[in-house]
Nanobody, 126 residues
Framework: QVQLVESGGGLVQAGGSLRLSCEASGLTFSTYDMSWFRQAPGKEREFVAAIRSSGGTTYYLDSVKGRFTISRDSAKNTVYLQMNSLKPEDTAVYYC???????????????????WGQGTQVTVSS
């Protein structure tokens, strides 16, 4: 049984930082691309960041480039999202997702991701 368990969300003031973690179990972590998506109230789920299975290539939503960093630790089967200089518009539920190397859809689309976490709330106050 595959599980993705997020943690690290919370309430932070604008300009602050948070680090999200997503621990994966039940899958061969090294063969999965890992991503973070987010969904704000009344909005569609949007791509935030992705990291290839090898850990060598990363992708970011334009509005988070330079502020967010995605990384992975294969020894811990965990992917991280370091979020700095947070803004109120970053407020959302953040989801971890994984997809196998066989997936052909663009990384930035939710379609094609096989497994999702339950989400963790991030709230940035102004």
């Amino acid at each position: 049984q595959v599980q993705l368990v997020e943690s690290g969300g919370g309430l932070v003031q604008a300009g602050g930082s948070l680090r999200l973690s997503c621990e994966a179990s039940g899958l061969t972590f090294s063969t999965y691309d890992m991503s973070w998506f987010r969904q704000a109230p009344g909005k569609e789920r949007e791509f935030v960041a992705a990291i290839r299975s090898s850990g060598g290539t990363t992708y970011y939503l334009d509005s988070v480039k330079g502020r967010f960093t995605i990384s992975r630790d294969s020894a811990k089967n965990t992917v991280y999202l370091q979020m700095n200089s947070l803004k109120p518009e970053d407020t959302a539920v953040y989801y971890c997702a994984s997809r196998s190397l066989a997936a052909v859809a663009p990384l930035q689309t939710a379609y094609g991701y096989e497994y999702w976490g339950q989400g963790t709330q991030v709230t940035v106050s102004s």
